[in-house]
């Protein structure tokens, strides 16, 4: 069966410093794949490698059986594959409407009045907010409009990278719950993460990356079944 993404001994870095070691990984349709480890494994620089944001130095990025190696990241955005970045990077001065706009600037862009609704419809607070700017907006405000932004192009695959970062409980527990919820309506999500036990909740599968390599590929339970990996990797 052909993997909607599959990462074939991806090596990269920055400058003469290698941080990822030959990652192999595959997503299929359907699914919600946790990608685990502590900070500094490689996790963004993979995010960013995949996404056509940073060089890859070797290695074979295949998205829906297309050659995505060393393609720019425009082309990439145009296949579909769409990333919200850790931090959420929205646009400060510019309105909750024009930022989301902006998702759909390469992809999907005859569909964006359509797309808007939809995502009122998630995020009702953003239409309580359509006009205000995004960097007056609350962390919790922030991520629903990144988000947001990231659906405006109609993502085939999603790539959440530390959604759940500087969230209050609550919200990161809403935050779950919607992940969850866009997966069952179709949406293919790679989840970079950190909050171990709540991804795992909600994953299909998972990997755990250490130092730039795949340490463990499985499902959740097979990872919580290790009291070596859970110990050593995610602090359970």
């Not at 998972?206 to 097979?222: I, M, Q």
């Amino acid at each position: 069966m052909s993997h909607l993404l599959a990462i074939e001994q991806l090596r990269g870095g920055y400058g003469r410093v290698e941080v990822l070691r030959g990652v192999e990984m595959h997503i299929d349709a359907g699914e919600i794949v946790a990608l685990l480890g502590s900070n500094g494994a490689g996790k963004s620089t993979l995010n960013n490698t995949v996404c056509g944001l940073c060089p890859a130095w070797s290695g074979r990025v295949t998205f829906d059986g297309a050659d995505l190696s060393g393609a720019h990241y425009r082309a990439v955005v145009q296949a579909g594959l769409i990333q919200v970045p850790e931090g959420r990077r929205v646009f400060p001065n510019l309105t909750v409407l024009e930022n989301l706009e902006l998702g759909s600037f390469t992809r999907a862009r005859e569909r964006r009045a359509l797309n808007l609704d939809k995502a009122f419809a998630i995020f009702p607070r953003l239409l309580e907010r359509v006009a205000q700017r995004a960097g007056t907006l609350s962390g919790g405000e922030q991520q629903m409009l990144a988000i947001g932004r990231g659906l405006m192009a109609e993502p085939r695959l999603l790539i959440l990278d530390e959604p759940s970062l500087g969230l209050s409980p609550l919200l990161v527990e809403e935050l779950f719950a919607l992940i969850a919820r866009l997966n069952r309506e179709g949406l293919t999500v790679l989840l970079v993460e950190q909050n171990v036990a709540q991804s795992l909740e909600i994953a299909d599968r998972a990997y755990v990356l250490e130092n730039g390599a795949v340490r463990f590929a499985g499902t959740p339970d097979d990872l919580l079944a290790s009291d070596d990996l859970r110990r050593a990797y995610l602090g359970l």
